[in-house]
């Protein structure tokens, strides 16, 4: 499967975004669908993260609350919703679709990343 992800930007401390990340290939309503980030300098790290039926989700504990995951099988995306943005949230974003159990880790299939950057 291949993942395209969208959406990111420049945003004040305090807005909202929207990501997207589009799946092409076959099957994407049986993989769990995650997104992860990474910040200059530090390592890549979980955000959320939804099964395959969207029965599940999963997030940090840093975003929950604040960010939301959903996903529509019919148009092969997930979404991750950004809200009450903080400065500290600025980071590449980047989609993931796996099988594992586990839904913070062992992921497979990963997008280009999408640049999220909150100013102060």
């Known amino acids: 499967v291949q993942l395209q992800a969208s959406g990111g930007g420049l945003v004040q401390a305090g807005g909202s975004l929207r990501l997207s990340c589009v799946a092409s290939?076959?099957?994407?309503?049986?993989?769990?669908m995650a997104w992860f980030r990474q910040a200059p300098g530090k390592e890549r790290e979980f955000v959320a993260a939804?099964?395959?039926?969207?029965?599940?989700?999963s997030y940090a504990g840093s975003v929950k609350g604040r960010f939301t995951i959903s996903r529509d099988n019919a148009k092969n995306t997930v979404y991750l919703q950004l809200n009450s943005l903080k400065p500290e949230d600025t980071a590449v974003y980047y989609c993931?679709?796996?099988?594992?159990?586990?839904?913070?880790?062992?992921?497979?299939?990963w997008g280009q990343g999408t640049q999220v950057t909150v100013s102060t």
């Open positions: 290939g076959r099957a994407f309503s049986s993989y769990n």
């Open positions: 939804i099964s395959w039926s969207a029965g599940i989700t």
């Open positions: 993931a679709a796996g099988t594992s159990p586990n839904l913070r880790d062992r992921y497979n299939y």
